[in-house]
């Protein structure tokens, strides 16, 4: 998925990290130590559900997630048609897809429609495109969004939407009633207040 704007593709570069996809079981080293009621983003520098991540290790990845349910863990990826292979999913799982253009809000929205899930949501970022126009509140609720996230293009060749783009998309979330959260990447830095909301279960 070396989607060539990755965040992770540079930090692997610059602090020289073992790029060979692999699971080390000690990364749940200390998980009972993690304060209940905590949120913790799981794989955020890899695909989990692309077809070249062995089912073993995602099976051993929802034991752990099963395991600790006063913990909320957070999962974000690009193939959201591989999703529903997981069904259903622990009430303690939130769920998204990335859409940064039209195909992908297409992708994101057909894969989170076939999925159970408590919390589904779609982060649009970075958003490169003019998307806002093909996304509806009914669509949104049909799919069951309970939380969307909007950012920008971080690093080199950073991009900032433009504000149109951004106000089509939370128009339609408002719409919805469905919560929002800016990024810090969304626009330039300046006296704007981000939106920080989340979704009700959290509240």
């Known amino acids: 998925m070396a989607c060539e704007y990755c965040y992770a593709r540079a930090m692997y570069e610059r602090f020289k990290w073992d ?3 692999r699971y080390d079981y000690r990364a749940w080293n200390g998980l009972e130590k993690v304060a ?6 799981v794989g955020s520098t890899i695909e989990l559900f692309g077809d070249w991540v062995d089912r073993f290790w995602l099976s051993d990845i929802f034991a752990e997630i099963i395991g600790h349910p006063q913990k909320t863990f957070i999962v974000l990826t690009k193939l959201p048609e591989n999703l529903a292979k997981w069904n259903p999913w622990p009430d303690n799982c939130w769920v998204g897809a990335t859409a940064t253009n039209f195909e992908q809000w297409q992708k994101a929205s057909d894969g989170l429609t076939n999925i159970q ?12 495109e003019d998307i806002g126009s093909h996304i509806y509140a009914e669509r949104l609720n049909y799919v069951g969004v309970k939380w969307v996230i909007l950012g ?10 433009p504000e149109e783009w951004i106000e089509e998309i939370e128009q339609a979330a408002d719409k919805a009633g469905i919560p929002v959260f800016e990024k810090n990447n969304l626009r330039p830095k300046g006296d704007w207040i981000p939106r920080r909301e989340w979704p009700k279960c959290l509240t």
Not at 36 to 41: K, V
Not at 119 to 124: L, Q
């Open 19 to 21: 790029k060979t996809i």
């Open 36 to 41: 209940p009621g905590s949120h913790i983003f």
């Open 117 to 128: 899930a408590a919390i589904k949501y779609i982060s649009f970022e970075p958003l490169l």
């Open 152 to 161: 920008g293009k971080s690093g080199k060749g950073r991009f900032y939407p």
